[in-house]
């Protein structure tokens, strides 16, 4: 996505347009996904199937599969994370979310984060600038990050349609397609290091609101499983889930 340059002129609807374009995700507390997944994590490809639900306030569980086969289960509840490596037998537990995400799949997300990032949302929209980058583009700045909205027309509704997220090293960026009743079915996750990741998530079998057990972002972890550190999991890289013989998940 080509994003427009500024400094532009200041925005004084930027806090109206904002809350236009987050009004609908705002209102999403749950939400249970499909998601294919391909593009490259490290420099490898990657092509996989997720099967996801969040739900607020912090709350996450990814179930992921490639070929047909369960690769892991990820599973966070505010700041304790549990991983399990399906096809190695192996475990870890009470990790922080958003070291174990960014050692198995590339991107730094926590569960809080992962709701937003497939919503195409931000929680609490009261940005502390904006620019007006013509009729129909305003970027705002909001802790660190830069929040670029768009609409198709005068007549349209606003859209978050990019967030460049700068608090972090390297910068990294989310960008949101293909919109249904105002929520992305299309996000694409990329490093500015090309040697990190470049994902591209197509949602499907979308619900929202579920009521989702507390007990769904548990895991249930087997007999006989080994565990394994978070040192050992960064070691073997983000795609040590990968079986031989395959450019990634």
Known sequence: MKLPEGPGAAASDIRDAMAQATAKCR???????????????GGRRVRARLIAGVATPAAARLEA?????????????????????????RVLEHGMPAQVLEAIAGVPLDAADLRTALLGCVLAPDPDSGDRLGDDWRMA???GNDLYLRRA?????????AVVHRGVRPPWRAEYRD????????VHL??????????????????LNPSLSIDAFDINVPPG???ITLDELRRQGPLSTAGPGHDGL
């Open 190 to 207: 990329v490093s500015t290091d090309p040697s990190r990741f470049d994902l591209r998530l197509a949602l499907s079998q979308v619900v």
């Open 65 to 89: 599969f490639a070929f047909g086969q369960p690769i892991f289960i990820f599973a966070a509840r505010a700041a304790n994370a549990t991983l399990l490596l399906t096809r190695d037998r």
């Open 225 to 227: 499983v080994d565990a």
């Open 27 to 41: 209102a999403v507390s749950s939400l249970t996904t499909e998601i294919g997944v391909s593009g490259s994590i």
């Open 153 to 161: 027309a005068r007549s349209a509704p606003w859209r978050l349609v």
């Open 141 to 143: 700045v909001e802790g």
């Open 179 to 186: 919109f249904v009743d105002d929520l992305p079915r299309a």
